[in-house]
């Protein structure tokens, strides 16, 4: 009901004020989209089979997570699957260059089944991989450091060339401290000794940011997937 002041009273006028709508017309969210992908990347869109496939990993990838907040799952176990789900998912959805966008190249899949080998190298003996730690072997080696390849890679598509070139940055600070002048130098890491602690350690690639993604952000990550598509979140909001 509107309300009129009158002679310092208030009163009522009998007219029903309408409700304010606010809404999100379907060329805004494609026009923010636009900016989303030229800032992070262009994703892929499918349908039909492969889309069912992807799907049915996503699907996999969140019962294994929510299987773990309760399970017993040791953290050496979880944090590589963990990383290994992403990049699967990364190299399908997140195409190497924009003209690829919504097809699946051939590298695309070598990529994404190189990532899942990757894992599955270190976990068929997870105590004596982490064990030799200091000495790596040679399939220790190529395993590592295809799997730094892979993330990068996968950094790249989804988060453009400058934090690359950061990441990188701080890998050839790594690998090259004995040649840089004071007070940058230091003894520098050998491949070896790089791979070790990066690939067969929790300190390196599976360190604190992944432990952190792969307990507390997957778990609402789903939480917020369940309440958009069942329009529980709308129900909230209004």
């Known amino acids: 009901m509107e309300k009129a002041v009158t002679g310092g009273r208030i009163e009522e006028t009998g007219r029903e004020t309408p409700g304010l709508e606010v809404g999100v017309s379907e060329e805004a969210l494609k026009e923010a989209e636009k900016y989303v992908e030229a800032e992070e990347g262009a994703a892929s869109h499918f349908k039909g089979n492969v889309r069912a496939f992807l799907v049915a990993a996503g699907v996999l990838m969140s019962l294994f997570h929510l299987y773990a907040a309760y399970g017993i799952v040791p953290a050496q176990v979880l944090r590589p699957i963990h990383v290994g789900?992403?990049?699967?998912?990364?190299?399908?959805?997140?195409?190497?260059?924009?003209?690829?966008?919504?097809?699946?190249?051939?590298?695309?899949?070598?990529l994404a089944l190189l990532s899942v080998a990757a894992i599955v190298y270190m976990l068929v003996d997870i105590d004596e991989f982490i064990y030799r730690a200091v000495t790596p072997t040679r399939w220790d080696l190529f395993f590592g450091t295809a799997l730094i390849l892979l993330i990068l890679e996968a950094l790249r598509r989804t988060s453009g060339w400058i934090m690359l070139g950061v990441v990188a940055s701080f890998l050839a600070y790594a690998m090259l401290g004995a040649y840089l002048p004071d007070p940058w130098s230091h003894r520098g890491y050998d491949l070896e000794r790089l791979v070790g602690q990066m690939y067969m350690t929790l300190e390196g690639i599976f360190g604190t940011p992944i432990d952190v993604s792969s307990t507390f952000i997957i778990l609402f990550t789903i939480y917020g997937a369940v309440l958009q598509f069942s329009n529980a979140g709308k129900f909230f909001i209004d």
Request: proline fraction near 8%; avoid cysteine; charge should be positive.
């Open 85 to 110: 789900f992403v990049l699967f998912l990364t190299f399908f959805l997140f195409p190497a260059a924009p003209r690829f966008r919504d097809r699946i190249m051939a590298v695309d899949v070598l």
